[in-house]
């Protein structure tokens, strides 16, 4: 399997729709990709909190119409990063849009961990409450957001749900680059699973991004990683690692916390 990470600078002076025209562009160059990922809230950059309320967009609104688009143009399965979603509601979410390669809504997720400590994210935006797996041909992919890396067991639960490949779009700090490093690999480790987290550069309302967007197979190895710029990390790996990863060190079978108690008699 090929993958496409793009990792993109949400810069400021560039409008929403200009941003999209690009993306939509540098999707449809990845037609050699099987999956392609974007960054978490590229249309207004994650720490531009001022944005969230104006630039929120239902969920069939104009990111999901260009993604869907070129998705469907490049012939691709499309993780199109997240979008600010304004509910019928009017809760605003941190939601993530995934594409099949005919341009159809494969899945949608719903970021569970909020960030910000009583700020920002954590209160404009309400909480998903659903796990999100998408199958794949060849892989099963697990969906999570950013700050969802810091909690290992969602990602245990995604590998309950039989996640293989776990995707995770981020707008992580530069400040805190070492732990995005560590806990990606972390995650792969812990879960014998393919890791594909996709950053973004530059810089949001005053906050340096860290880039380095990584792909990590089922054994922690670094397969490839960007730099702090603007880049498109392709990576070629075999989804059939996971499951001789698993089979050659079951560690997952040896699980004792965590699991459903048998029912007594």
Known sequence: MRASLIQIAVEEGESVESRRRRVASLVRDQNGADLVVLPELW??????FEEF???AEPLRGPTYEA???????????????????????GTLY???LVFSPTGDLAASYRKIHRFGFDKGEAVLMGAGRELVTVPLPGTTV??????????????????????????????????RRAH????????AVENQAFVLACGTAGTHAG???????IVVDPW??????????????????????????????????????????????
């Open 43 to 48: 249309t207004t950059g994650a720490f531009a």
């Open 53 to 55: 309320d104006a630039e």
């Open 67 to 89: 993604m869907a688009k070129a998705a469907s143009d490049a012939g691709v399965w499309l993780h199109a990063g997240s979008i600010p979603e304004r509910a019928p509601d």
């Open 94 to 96: 941190n939601t993530s």
């Open 142 to 175: 697990g969906v999570a957001t950013c700050y969802d890396l810091r909690f290992p067991e969602l990602f245990r639960s995604l590998v309950d749900a039989g996640a293989e490949t776990l995707v995770i779009p981020a707008g992580w700090p530069e400040r």
């Open 180 to 187: 995005w490093t560590l806990l990606a690999r972390a995650r």
């Open 207 to 213: 906050v340096p991004q860290a880039g380095h967007s």
């Open 220 to 265: 922690g190895e670094v397969l490839a990683e960007a730099g702090a710029d603007e880049e498109i990390l392709t990576v070629d790996f075999d989804p059939g690692k996971v499951a001789t990863t698993r089979e050659q060190f079951p560690a997952l079978k040896d699980r004792v916390l965590g699991l459903k108690a048998p029912d007594r008699p």
